[in-house]
């Protein structure tokens, strides 16, 4: 059983920048593939990044590549996403998720999930 949190959402401006946390507790991280999703209001929810269980290998939504960076640091049980020129469509509330395994970009194949935290970008 893994438990999510995740933090460092908020208010910023086209063009900026902010970073997403996702602290994880209860298991190992390390035996887990975690990835980020978003849901914006009306919409789906979308993949947005995944990483390995070590960090070696990611992957990104196409509209992100470039201006997002997905990390992780197993030693602190925690998930990172790097989200820099920040465009108003990136606003959604964004999750951290985990699965036993190898990272999928599918979000039904993912066991563990946080709460969300709200990403805005004002134009």
């Known amino acids: 059983q893994v438990h999510l949190v995740e933090s460092g959402g908020g208010l910023v401006q086209a063009g900026g920048s902010l970073r997403l946390s996702c602290a994880a507790s209860?298991?190992?991280?390390?035996?887990?593939?975690m990835a980020w999703f978003r849901q914006a209001p009306g919409k789906e929810s979308e993949f947005v990044a995944t990483?390995?269980?070590?960090?070696?290998?990611?992957y990104y939504l196409d509209s992100v590549k470039g201006r997002f960076t997905i990390s992780r640091d197993n030693a602190k049980s925690t998930l990172y996403l790097q989200m820099n020129s920040l465009k108003p469509e990136d606003t959604a509330v964004y999750y951290c998720?985990?699965?036993?395994?190898?990272?999928?970009?599918?979000?039904?194949?993912?066991?563990?999930w946080g709460q969300g935290t709200q990403v805005t970008v004002s134009s």
């Open positions: 998720a985990a699965r036993v395994g190898t990272e999928l970009v599918v979000a039904r194949a993912y066991n563990y």
């Open positions: 209860g298991q190992t991280l390390s035996n887990y593939g």
């Open positions: 990483t390995s269980k070590i960090g070696d290998n990611t």
